[in-house]
């Protein structure tokens, strides 16, 4: 008994400590927004995925005088690094796929409508239209910008950066880890218990929440009018201008979020599904055979989400008992 | 053998603190909603939300500008500010959400500490 002894506490000790990666978290401001990491993991992987993000952001930010982004913007052509012609090529063929509603070429007019720095006014319309001569971004050739013209990634890079750093997560390591990039959400793996995440998709009509989804391996990204907007004689004017008119769109929809594996897929997709309205996003959601699942609220209220959602979409709140509608590939 | 009965004796006696001390904090009723203020990343303010029994306003100043912050019990939002943007007003009450209130020209974020229901919010 006694010379087992050593060896039943051996055994004790590593039955009461745990040998789990411990959960670590950390918040700070970047890409004009606030983002929150956790990760089950070593504390370095938090200061790796920090540094990856401030990176990014100083390639790609359209308002940094050093980026990469704004020399491209202010000569028509700059030496891109990796990130930036990569997270451009990939933005170009999102907006291909997306026949112009997401246009990383808007850009001018958004500026216009003072979004870029929260200065907001209403241009006239002689402006905008002056500016729309500067959107089309089929009109960018070896990364390359005609006169005038100016690229926003803004649409596409926290799905990006959402990307990258499950890139490096999994390099390091991670099992399960979870960010929200500004609202841009991806959830690594399952949670350390094995379950998976659960992810809340905000009300667009309120404060509260619309529903709930449990993700694994998944970006969950949410594109509305609802946060960023201002009011101006009555009128209210959002952040998500329509490439093709100019003007805040106005497609019936108050909110989209898509939930896909790829962030700068659904990152991209959210924004152009939101211009593009229900029936056109739903169209091309099914031609296209998008590898992505989304959850459409129509300004009437009327929640509509994509079969795979079944089962792992829970509504909330005021929700509990509003009529969902399941739409198929058909 | 009579120490070798002092020796089980104690690793049960151990094992019976251990599991008491288990149960005692996994069953210890979830901890208040407590809010916490953060500017620059800096903690200026806590307040458990559940101790809040009337309204209050709590006004935070910094270089970048102003918030005007309203407690009501069990919630909080920011009631005015001067930043140029005005998403952190439009953000309306933190009550239970697992998204953060941001002001991003002031730096000022107000997060609900303890657990929430949900792991992430998007939107």
Known sequence: MRRALPAVCLVLALALSSCAPQKRTASFFAMDTFMELTVYGEESVLDDTRALIERLEGELSVTDPDSEIRALNQNGTAELGEDARSLLERALEICALTGGALDITVYPVVRAWGFTVGEYRVPEPEEIAALLEKVDYTRISDLTLPEGFMVDLGAVAKGRASDEAVRIWGEAGVKSGLMSLGGSVYAMGTKPDGSRWRVGIRDPFSDGLLAAVEVEDRAVVTSGGYERYFEENGERYHHIIDPKTGYPARSGLASVTVIG???????????????????????LWRSARLEVEAVFVTEDGEITVTEGLEGSFEPLGDYKNAEIKVVGRG | MVKTKIWVFLILAILVIAAAASALVL????????????????????????????????????DRGENVILLEPGRIRVES?????QICVKA????????????????????????TELDAEAG
């Open chain 2, 92 to 115: 309306g009450w933190l009550a239970d959400s697992a998204a953060p209130i941001v002001c991003l020209p002031h730096r000022l974020v107000i997060e609900l500490g303890g657990e």
């Open chain 2, 27 to 62: 069953t210890r009723p979830a901890a208040g909603r407590v809010a916490r203020i953060y500017v620059d990343g800096e903690l200026v303010r806590e307040v458990d939300l559940d101790r809040v029994a009337a309204q209050e306003r709590y006004t935070v100043r910094t």
């Open chain 2, 81 to 85: 500010a001067d930043c140029p943007d």
């Open chain 1, 261 to 283: 594996g790829e962030g700068t897929l659904c990152d991209g997709l959210s924004t152009a599904f939101y211009v593009m309205g229900l029936e056109r996003a739903l169209e």
